[in-house]
């Protein structure tokens, strides 16, 4: 039933047409649990109330349909006004994003000059850039586009992701140029030409690549809400005398929230992901898919938002 659901949740997320009629019904569906709400005014509140718990942050504006370049151009500069109104609001934020949104697939050339333009204006502002890792199909276009916007600059990183046989070997490659990656589990549904589908082997090689990367040099973004993995990075960084400020652990916006406060409590430098905008249903459904539990919540929540007197 678990897996059945698992494949419902993937494959719905990478429906045109159930993001488009989940829009109609907003973030009524019980999405504002993992999403900061449409607005980037919204984004920044939500960024600033984790500021105030000690966490930091990432903001990620959702897109994930881009069809035109048109499109592409005006998700890049969503991307530019969110660094501003970070800057503006001086909170404690970078920004996150996804190369499809910004046209990889469309015009690659559209999608390089414009991450340089984003990845500049971090820079103006002090801050930094993290690309997200997609499937299968767009890891090597992102790798590669990653290692060229690495010849100008330093204020960007990338997503690896533990799922995928191949990331042992990128690691590996990558920590020449010290990268700052992200290590994260894996979020889409993969063959098992491609990725482990046994989740032990998914656990046992997320812990050989924070090991690997921590010992190549590069900075590591740990994000997993896992205590199994967290207890074995806090001990990894312990054995090999990492410092502080050369990793950090990462956890979703409405995941895992007292596992985030005992970090922050603990010392350790703990980030928040942000995601807002109105393209949130490809998202939502990556959530439901990691944990089909999750759909309870959203019964629960649906039957009482249309309980009469207290829809919205
Ligand atoms: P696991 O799935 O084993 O979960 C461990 C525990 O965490 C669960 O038992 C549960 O308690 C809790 N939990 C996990 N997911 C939950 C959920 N959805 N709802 C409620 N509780 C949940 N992936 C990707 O492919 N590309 C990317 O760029 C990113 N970026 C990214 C950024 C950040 C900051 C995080 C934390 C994660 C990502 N991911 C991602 C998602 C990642 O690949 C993975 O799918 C999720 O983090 C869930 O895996 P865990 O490591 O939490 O472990």
Sequence with gaps: MEKLLRHLFQTLGRSQAAN????????????????????????????????ERGLIATVDHLGEFVSTEEEARLSAEMCLHTLDAIDKAGVQSNLSLKLTSLGLDLNRELCKQSMKLIVERAKSYGNFVRIDMEDYVHCQPTLDLY????????????????????TEEDVRSL???????RLVKGAYKESPDVAFSDKRDVDDNFKRL?????????????????????????????????PNGRFEF???????????????????RVRVYVPFGVDWFGYFMRRLAERPANVWFVLKHMMRTTRPGKGS
């Design 147 to 166: 290692r060229e916007l690495r010849e100008q600059y330093d204020n960007v990183g990338v997503v690896v992701q533990a799922y995928l046989y191949r």
């Design 250 to 268: 990462q956890m979703l916006y409405g995941i895992a929230e007292e596992l985030q406060s005992r970090l922050v409590d603990e010392g350790y």
């Design 175 to 181: 920590s020449e140029l010290q990268a700052n990656l």
């Design 20 to 51: 488009r009629l989940a829009k109609r019904y907003g973030l009524r569906l019980g999405a504002g649990r993992f999403v900061a709400g449409e607005t980037l005014k919204q984004s920044i509140e939500a960024v600033r109330r984790l500021n």
């Design 210 to 242: 924070i090991r690997l990367q921590l010992e190549g040099g590069g900075y590591a973004a740990i994000a997993t809400h896992d205590e199994q993995i967290v207890a074995y990075a806090k001990e990894a960084v312990k054995e090999l005398a990492i």
